[in-house]
């Protein structure tokens, strides 16, 4: 097992996790506070357009780890489905003006599109634009989401479906985003991130609250839940990942905060539980 976290040169936190702030503001925020990388979020690039959003990054010194979200692949209609794959070209675009090196795939569910269905939508989607991916450097990170969300938002739903896809895209370009919170309680996580091995490109962190208040907005803290990160953390170092390690956390609570007293106690939950 790796030793703790003794220092923040890897510490990333995403934008969504301080949501309040303008995407100007995270930058000001984690620029005072040490952290040295960002994880971006569409929404908070919409008010300047992706060019002023890479100006302001590049200026700060941020190391921009990813751009979040891409996916929704799944419609029960092919118009839906094709507006689906340019918006995610969109998206590729953004992230390779932000200078973003992966963008984290939500892939998509319906409720009136049977899994077996969707998760073949999922594959033909990531097929389709995987080509402009590659044209633009950007890498696509297929992110398993908890089973409580296969109606609507992901019908991949574990590290054994996310890395199914990945070997039959077969390219380097395609691979998986862990993260703890959807996937800590799969017993075969280990073998699947054993299996992933070098297809990890992002790593994600926060905790699995007891009891959980609302599915959507009450992510705990590192250390507040009941998952086990530090194990989970050097499974995946024991298979070569040693990216910027992603706090994510969306929390009703959390964002009624002043944020940068968020910041600074994520830092002392990293410290302490990463």
Known sequence: MPDHMTDFSRLCIHTNTTKPWTLEQAIEGYGRAGVPGITVWRQHIEPYGAKEAAR?????GLKVV?????????????????KARTDNRRVIDEAAEIGAPVVVLVCGASPDVDLPMARQQILDGIHAVEPHAKAAGVKLAIEPLHPMYADTRSAINTLEQANNLVTTLDSPWVGVCVDVYHCWWDPFLRAEIQRAGKSIFAFHVCDWRVPTRDLLNDRGMMGE???????????VEMVGFRGMIEVEIFSDQYWQWEQDRLVERIKRAWLAEV
């Open 56 to 60: 302001m990054l590049k200026a700060s």
């Open 66 to 82: 990813s751009l979040c979200r891409g996916g929704f692949f799944v419609a029960t209609g092919a118009v839906d489905r094709e």
């Open 225 to 235: 839940g009941c998952v086990n990160i530090r194990e989970i953390r050097g499974w």
